[in-house]
């Protein structure tokens, strides 16, 4: 089966540092990956999509320059939480298509000091 | 209108009863249907996808879609408190093709 791993599984950073989350295809290309936040007890929340080798495409509301997103290949795309604050603390999923459906890594969890 | 809508629950079914869950989605030109289950703490993982009009069984799991009525479906034979969970309905609607539209999910809870 399709298989998208993320990492690191879990980090704690202090405020005002900057946090980079990989997400990798491990057994397919995937044209376009997604991330997502979620919190606690609620439900997921889609930050952006990004295709490789073009700019991301961010959800109304977020961030582009506080949440930077490369996907430099088919099998790769990154997440960078740029001056981090307790408040940006959350889980972070990444997916990819494969498709016709999407699939999911296991997620980071955040927690900014 | 949501896009695509779920009761939150929780569904409580006893073990070994057939737990039922149900998606609605606003597009009616909506081709691809897709139930994910979300431990918690965990992030989502993919159970059925169905893109045709009727039932899709895969082991205890039954995925059922109604384009006319705009609604998908998802059965649960035998529960087993494993599968206590958050279930997820996705829909890739034909206006966004490259997005997938989450409900916000139906958390069951099967009884031992």
């Known amino acids: 089966g399709a298989v998208v791993s993320q990492h690191p599984s879990r980090v704690i950073c202090k405020s005002g540092t900057s946090v980079k989350i990989e997400c990798r295809s491990l057994?397919?290309?995937?044209?376009?990956m997604f991330w997502y936040r979620q919190f606690p007890k609620q439900s997921l929340m889609l930050m952006a999509t990004s295709n490789e080798g073009s700019k991301a495409t961010y959800e109304q509301g977020v961030e582009k320059d506080k949440f930077l997103i490369n996907h430099a290949s088919l099998t790769l795309s990154t997440l960078t939480v740029t001056s981090a604050h307790p408040e940006d603390s959350s889980f972070y999923i990444c997916?990819?298509?494969?498709?016709?459906?999407?699939?999911f890594g296991p997620g980071t969890r955040l927690t900014v000091t | 209108q949501k896009e695509v809508e779920q009761n939150s629950g929780p569904l409580s079914v006893p073990e070994g009863a057939i737990a039922s869950l149900n998606c609605t989605y606003s597009d009616r030109g909506s081709q691809s249907f897709f139930w994910y289950r979300q431990y918690s703490g965990k992030s989502p993982e993919l159970i059925m996808s169905?893109?045709?009009?009727g039932d899709k069984e895969d082991g205890r799991f039954t995925a059922q879609l109604n384009k006319a009525s705009q609604y998908v479906s998802l059965l649960i034979r035998d529960s087993q408190p494993s599968d206590s969970a958050t279930y997820l309905c996705a829909v890739n609607m034909r206006y966004n093709f490259n997005k997938f539209y989450f409900g916000s999910g139906t958390k069951l809870n099967v009884k031992p």
């Open positions: 057994d397919f290309q995937a044209t376009t």
């Open positions: 997916s990819a298509r494969g498709e016709p459906e999407q699939y």
């Open positions: 169905i893109y045709s009009n």
